[in-house]
């Protein structure tokens, strides 16, 4: 059973940067519907006991075509969403400390180009989809972007997602409208660097 994150924060946390109608439309009816669709197909695939990580990693071995879809896009959303959400914080660390600032500077030349770098990302992934940071498993970081809800396990990289930034407009059109820079710059307002540090630690190893 694929559980959605339950947000250690209110629906208004993330005020004014990401506002609380927008954070519970997109938490209590999006991610939910994305979750709910998502094990009923992990059910009918047989495959509702591996992880969301597994299970996208192994798309290929599906052959239904529609139920690959559904497993792609709903576990994607499912996924997507349970990092995006659990990235923010009511009172975030706004500097990369440790083995991820070192990492930052090396790879990026400091945390300002690397949010420059994912912006960047997200506001050239055209229509919807997520803008990432991700790392492969030697600590080496960098940027890219996906489609719709497809992320580092559903495209068959090696790469482990760490930052999830949701370019879709239901995450910022009820407050940004078409801003979508906007929306971006507020994100990294709210995001909590030591949650992205522990995530990279682990990943790491
Ligand atoms: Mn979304």
């Known amino acids: 059973m694929f559980e959605q994150i339950k947000l250690p924060y209110s629906y208004d946390a993330l005020e004014p940067y990401i506002d609380a109608l927008t954070v519970e439309t997109h938490h209590s009816k999006h991610h939910a519907t994305y979750t709910k669709a998502f094990n009923e197909a992990a059910e009918k695939a047989g495959m509702a006991d591996m992880t969301a990580e597994e299970l996208l990693s192994s798309l290929d071995k599906v052959s239904d075509p529609a139920l690959k879809k559904a497993l792609r896009n709903n576990g994607g959303g499912f996924f997507n969403h349970n990092l995006y959400f659990a990235n923010f914080s009511e009172n975030p660390a706004k500097e990369a400390t440790g083995s991820l600032k070192e990492s930052i500077d090396r790879d990026f030349g400091g945390l300002d180009a690397l949010k420059a770098a994912l912006k960047q990302a997200a506001l050239t992934q055209f229509g919807s989809g997520w803008a990432w940071l991700v790392t492969d498993k030697s600590g080496k970081l960098s940027v890219i972007q996906s489609a719709n809800q497809d992320n580092p396990y559903s495209d068959n990289t090696s790469l482990i997602p760490l930052i999830a930034l949701d370019v879709w407009e239901h995450a910022y059109y009820l407050k940004y409208k078409n801003l979508r820079g906007d929306y971006i710059d ?17 990943s790491v190893g």
């Open 186 to 202: 507020n994100f990294f307002e709210v995001l909590d660097w030591d949650k992205v540090k522990a995530l990279y630690e682990k």
